[in-house]
């Protein structure tokens, strides 16, 4: 395969990476990053609900922005996301999202910018 396939195959294996902000763990106190969705409400398509997602051993798995968040996952990806996370982990996950449900929400209907989102997040 030449480069330039092989860079147009990666890019498009990846665009979900480009189209998120990542919030890292030494910001989050979080034992892993947290990313957000840059398109936020303007996404159409399958992925339109509000949501961050979380990396955990190379996968991003999606939780919803809500003040009652869970995975955004059926069947055996959710039971694979559940094992992921120590109940420890998704209880901490899952407090960060409630406790900071109205900036995410503020930045994912476009109010705040990343920036304006990530120094207002509360550990």
């Known amino acids: ?10 890019i498009s ?5 480009f ?18 969705d840059e398109i ?8 339109s609900s509000p ?3 979380i990396a955990v051993d190379g996968e991003l798995i999606p ?5 009652d968040p869970a995975f955004l996952a059926k069947g055996s990806h959710l039971r694979r996301h559940e094992d992921a996370l120590s109940g420890k982990d998704r209880r901490r996950m ?6 900071n449900h109205d900036v995410i929400i503020a930045h994912w209907n476009g109010e705040l910018t990343t ?3 990530m120094s207002k997040l509360k550990r």
């Open 1 to 10: 395969m030449d480069n330039e396939k092989y860079v147009a195959e990666y």
């Open 13 to 17: 294996n990846y665009d979900e990476i």
């Open 19 to 36: 189209e998120m902000a990542n919030y890292e763990t030494r910001d989050s106190g979080l034992p892993f990053d947290i990313w957000f």
């Open 40 to 47: 936020k409400a303007d996404r159409k398509g399958k992925h």
């Open 51 to 53: 949501r961050v997602k």
């Open 63 to 67: 939780i919803s922005i809500s003040t």
């Open 94 to 99: 899952f407090t960060f999202i409630s406790k």
């Open 115 to 117: 920036f304006g989102m």
